[in-house]
């Protein structure tokens, strides 16, 4: 591993309304392996940082915030210009209230996943952005990023970064699900019926193993953070990047150990125990 930034501050946040992420659950579980790191929970990432403004302040943040965050909406996943176009009043509405509200709900608009990174990045203040400093988002938005082999964007659970964004609806459309459900679902049988049948392979909306699941996601942004990789070839390492619904389970839910060898020893040596495995 490269490099190892030693951590003194992990700040999570929440960006919309997220049922069924227990996020002091999540504070408890990183401890584990990142003692000597303070953490705390911070509630809605845009109220937090804008909270330090004048009132007038304030208001000219969120109207600025609410037109940038307009612009990055993938109306088109095959074009990955957005910037020769003006947001509708509409939409910049839509990212208003977004950013006013804290329990927005998610309506499956896809947004660029760097353009928002560097928005979130640019309302944290400046005493905050060294590497000691780890902030983390939940957010119910979708986040897309270019794939430059098919030249198309593509849902993503994570972008990983200064701060590290993690979507809850991505676990959810993300990672494909099993072939034969898209086969199945190609001849007309009903969604429900198709959720029956293929249940326990595939993670969906108002899961209680969603927790479980970003306690695996929240370690591998901790990794980029800490090494500049997040990733692990290993599929029953909680870093392992999952590209289909029964990969995630197995690595975040199912799997024969939480981190591999390569990585447990990493983790091992940052809370001081010595290992000569």
Known sequence: MRRISRITGIHLYVE????DLRVQEIIRYLLRWMKGSH?????????????????????????????????????????????DRRPMEAEVAYERRRIESEDFKSFGILYDGFGLQGIFSSAISEDERGLSHCHIIFTNQLLGTWD???????????????????STTGVVEAPAKPREFYLKKQLGIPLEILKHEFKGRFIDYRNPRLTEVMKGYIMQALFFHMTGNPFCD??????????????????????????CGDHRRFLNRLLGISTNS
């Open 234 to 259: 290993n599929q029953d390492c909680r870093l392992y990047n999952a590209h289909w619904q029964e990969e995630l389970i197995r690595a975040q839910l199912d799997g024969e150990y939480e981190f």
């Open 148 to 166: 430059r082999n098919d030249r198309r964007y593509h849902a993503r659970v994570s972008v990983y970064g200064f701060p590290s964004i993690i």
């Open 39 to 83: 953490a705390d929970f911070r509630g809605n990432f845009f109220r937090y940082h804008l909270n330090s403004l004048t009132e007038e302040e304030r208001r000219e943040q969120s109207e600025q915030l609410a037109e940038d965050l307009a612009l990055l909406r993938i109306r088109d996943a095959t074009c990955r210009d957005l910037s």
């Open 16 to 19: 919309g309304l997220i049922k």
